[in-house]
């Protein structure tokens, strides 16, 4: 039923359908609310360790994890020891704020942030309480910078820069709030941050200056034993299984290189399970690296069709860096 829902909203939200005038007061009363709650806005003071807050103002996926994975790699390269924080979507951690590791289990901490924490290398808490978990990862010796997973509504958590991403194929949909619409905030609300940054698709009409982003496809990594004994080329037939916010990208990014896709979408951050996983005609399954973190051994042991993941990665441009470096300064050690 989860399923069904998630996948009518979004479409119905891109073509306005008629039935969503039925929620119309909904949204009258979620306008109200969001703009009351963006006078609660909080903004780090001078000196303080800067919080960066990579967020986005309509539901559903539209590259931020990508995009912060690359942040975080950069300024890395630049001198910053990073920390990150994240809500952590369906953790279920029995004590909070939760120090992801690289064994985590991503039922306790969420499929992003173990995937943050596998791809950078960098300290990972988890806090439903965005606030309380950039207080735990400044007090992480060396980290002078702190990055959020989404967050861009969470006005409590103070912040120092603000980046938003959008999906430069679905934008904004019907351009209505929730739930008649998929947004979280109004459009206006995108004049008040620091930079916008559009995934992909064509430029962004609403928003004068955006920087663009293109998530491009790495290597195909073997996940069970049936992929490690075999190649998967182009033009292959191949099942892609994804469990997040824009499966049709995904699919689109594997028939870009060539696959022939079937695919087999899922509610995001669901959990996957072998019947998902297994196919009756034994072709490979492709699945997105957000959704491998959740694939334990156990589970791929289950299943007799080769099993990959794709690696992507986000491609920015060098205005995007320039930006983002004039509003951070030099690195500076933690507070």
């Given at each position: 039923?989860?399923?069904?829902?998630?996948?009518?909203?979004?479409?119905?939200?891109?073509?306005?359908?008629?039935l969503?005038?039925?929620?119309?007061?909904?949204?009258l009363?979620?306008?109200?609310?969001?703009?009351?709650?963006?006078?609660?806005?909080?903004?780090?003071?001078?000196?303080?360790?800067?919080?960066?807050?990579?967020?986005?103002?309509?539901?559903?996926?539209?590259?931020?994890?990508?995009?912060?994975?690359a942040?975080?790699?950069?300024?890395?390269?630049?001198?910053?020891?990073?920390?990150?924080?994240s809500?952590?979507?369906?953790?279920?951690?029995?004590n909070?704020?939760?120090?992801?590791?690289?064994?985590s289990n991503?039922?306790?901490?969420?499929?992003?942030?173990?995937?943050?924490?596998?791809?950078?290398?960098?300290?990972?808490?988890?806090?439903?309480?965005?606030?309380?978990?950039?207080?735990?990862?400044?007090?992480?010796?060396?980290v002078?910078?702190?990055?959020?997973?989404?967050?861009?509504?969470?006005?409590?958590?103070?912040?120092?820069?603000?980046?938003?991403?959008?999906?430069?194929v679905?934008q904004?949909?019907?351009?209505?709030?929730?739930?008649?619409?998929?947004?979280?905030?109004?459009?206006?609300?995108?004049?008040?941050?620091?930079?916008?940054?559009?995934n992909?698709?064509?430029?962004?009409?609403?928003?004068?200056?955006?920087?663009?982003?293109?998530?491009?496809?790495?290597?195909?990594?073997?996940?069970?034993?049936?992929?490690?004994?075999?190649?998967?080329t182009?033009?292959?037939?191949?099942?892609?299984?994804a469990a997040?916010?824009?499966?049709?990208?995904?699919?689109?990014?594997?028939?870009?290189?060539?696959?022939?896709?079937?695919?087999?979408?899922?509610?995001?951050?669901?959990?996957?399970s072998?019947?998902?996983?297994?196919?009756?005609?034994?072709n490979?399954?492709?699945?997105t690296?957000?959704?491998?973190?959740?694939c334990?051994?156990?589970?791929?042991?289950?299943v007799a069709?080769?099993?990959?993941?794709?690696?992507v990665?986000?491609?920015?441009?060098?205005?995007?860096?320039?930006?983002?470096n004039n509003?951070l300064g030099?690195?500076?050690g933690?507070?």
């Amino acid at each position: 039923m989860r399923a069904f829902l998630e996948q009518w909203f979004l479409k119905a939200w891109q073509h306005d359908s008629k039935l969503l005038w039925f929620f119309s007061p909904l949204s009258l009363l979620y306008h109200w609310f969001a703009v009351h709650r963006q006078s609660r806005r909080s903004v780090t003071p001078p000196g303080a360790t800067p919080v960066v807050v990579v967020g986005n103002i309509t539901v559903g996926g539209s590259g931020k994890t990508p995009l912060l994975i690359a942040m975080a790699k950069q300024l890395q390269r630049e001198g910053w020891y990073p920390g990150i924080v994240s809500r952590g979507y369906g953790a279920s951690a029995k004590n909070y704020p939760f120090t992801v590791s690289v064994e985590s289990n991503p039922a306790e901490c969420g499929d992003e942030p173990l995937l943050i924490a596998r791809e950078t290398g960098l300290p990972v808490v988890v806090d439903p309480f965005r606030s309380r978990a950039v207080a735990a990862i400044k007090a992480i010796p060396g980290v002078n910078i702190v990055l959020s997973d989404d967050g861009l509504q969470h006005y409590s958590m103070a912040r120092t820069i603000e980046i938003a991403v959008v999906d430069g194929v679905r934008q904004f949909g019907n351009h209505r709030l929730l739930p008649t619409g998929p947004l979280r905030e109004p459009i206006a609300r995108l004049r008040g941050v620091d930079i916008v940054v559009v995934n992909g698709g064509q430029t962004c009409p609403d928003v004068v200056q955006t920087e663009p982003m293109k998530i491009i496809a790495g290597a195909l990594k073997p996940l069970n034993a049936s992929a490690q004994t075999q190649s998967l080329t182009a033009p292959a037939a191949v099942h892609a299984v994804a469990a997040i916010g824009h499966p049709q990208r995904f699919a689109d990014t594997l028939e870009e290189l060539g696959y022939q896709v079937t695919l087999h979408p899922a509610p995001d951050h669901a959990t996957l399970s072998a019947e998902q996983l297994s196919q009756a005609d034994g072709n490979a399954v492709i699945v997105t690296e957000k959704d491998a973190v959740k694939c334990s051994t156990q589970l791929l042991a289950e299943v007799a069709n080769p099993v990959w993941a794709l690696a992507v990665e986000a491609q920015l441009p060098d205005s995007f860096w320039l930006k983002l470096n004039n509003l951070l300064g030099q690195p500076q050690g933690n507070e």
